[in-house]
């Protein structure tokens, strides 16, 4: 028998190797970018520490501020067409999956639909800029080149891509609930209709504030899909700017704009704690009322 203190010995050879990857490429690049938006490289490449000068330069700089915001916003308006698109649609997929009228052919219905989510973005993008290409596409509107409809394409596109993602939740949620449950209602006199929303809906609620918060942190690390279609200054006009190419641009340089290291960090530190303060909030007041709803 192994002993307690070996046990644990062998567990942390397990893990450090795994856990020295994560150090090394997530928390040590995220430390040193919050620490370098507290200081001020210069022309002379030493840094003097500033506090917190560069968020006072953020959010009050003109030019600064104004592409900060504007990003902010189309992000917002990123994430809320993913929730209130994607989340329905996988709903929906999901319910149709469970269903009995197509039972035999789940396994290929299910394979088919979550395809596009194994896509490479680049891939994605080049096919989408042939279906909606004005001249030899299926849409004769520029609906890229509008400041009014670019975010939304950009964002139905990228809908596309991910419904796979919340129907894969939801499936699993759905075919978990138990039969002896279903049979019941069906006993009772219950329609298919009925027994969706009045049974297995609220049993798979919680799985929605999940996907909700899944898709608030994906969508506000968004770059992916813009820079395919877009490049590092999302046009027109800066519309389908979003958090992630504004910090892409404003680090390395990009587009005629010259690269400012400090600004950039605090971009990546600003749109970290965003992050963090929501999802906090989410585990630590709506994940709580979950637990307490299931016990």
């Given at each position: 028998m192994i002993r307690t203190g070996t046990r644990y010995r062998l567990l942390a050879l397990f893990v450090l190797p795994a856990l020295a990857v994560y150090v090394a490429f997530s928390v040590y690049p995220l430390i040193s970018s919050v620490v370098l938006s507290?200081?001020?490289?210069g022309t002379q490449g030493s840094s003097t520490f500033v506090g917190f000068g560069n968020y006072v330069h953020l959010f009050t700089d003109k030019y600064s501020s104004e592409r900060f915001f504007n990003a902010l916003g189309n992000n917002v308006e990123f994430f809320l067409i993913h929730l209130f698109v994607e989340v329905p649609i996988g709903l929906l997929m999901a319910a149709l999956l469970t269903s009995h009228s197509i039972r035999r052919s789940r396994g290929v219905y299910r394979t088919l639909l979550f395809i596009p989510a194994t896509l490479s973005v680049v891939i994605v993008g080049f096919l989408w800029r042939?279906?909606?290409?004005?001249?030899?596409?299926?849409?004769?509107f520029p609906l890229l080149g509008d400041s009014h409809t670019a975010l939304p394409t950009i964002s139905l596109m990228s809908v596309w891509e991910y419904v796979g993602i919340p129907m894969i939740f939801l499936y699993t949620a759905l075919i978990a609930i138990p039969?002896?449950?279903?049979?019941?209602?069906?006993?009772?006199?219950?329609?298919?209709?009925?027994?969706?929303?009045?049974?297995?809906?609220?049993?798979?609620?919680?799985q929605?504030?999940?996907?909700?918060?899944?898709?608030?942190i994906w969508t506000f690390?968004?770059?992916?899909?813009?820079?395919?279609?877009?490049?590092?200054?999302?046009?027109?006009?800066?519309?389908?700017?979003?958090?992630?190419?504004?910090?892409?641009?404003?680090?390395?340089?990009?587009?005629?704009?010259?690269?400012?290291?400090?600004?950039?960090?605090?971009?990546?530190?600003v749109i970290f704690f965003i992050i963090l303060v929501t999802t906090a909030a989410y585990f630590v007041v709506l994940q709580r009322r979950i637990k307490t709803y299931e016990l």
């Open positions: 507290f200081f001020d490289s042939l279906i909606i290409n004005p001249l030899w596409g299926l849409v004769s039969d002896d449950i279903l049979e019941a209602s069906r006993i009772d006199g219950a329609k298919a209709w009925a027994t969706f929303w009045r049974i297995k809906f609220p049993l798979i609620a919680p929605f504030g999940l996907i909700a918060i899944l898709t608030y690390n968004g770059f992916d899909i813009v820079y395919a279609l877009n490049g590092s200054a999302p046009g027109p006009n800066y519309s389908t700017d979003i958090l992630g190419t504004l910090f892409y641009r404003t680090f390395f340089g990009s587009s005629g704009q010259v690269a400012d290291l400090d600004l950039g960090a605090t971009i990546a530190s």
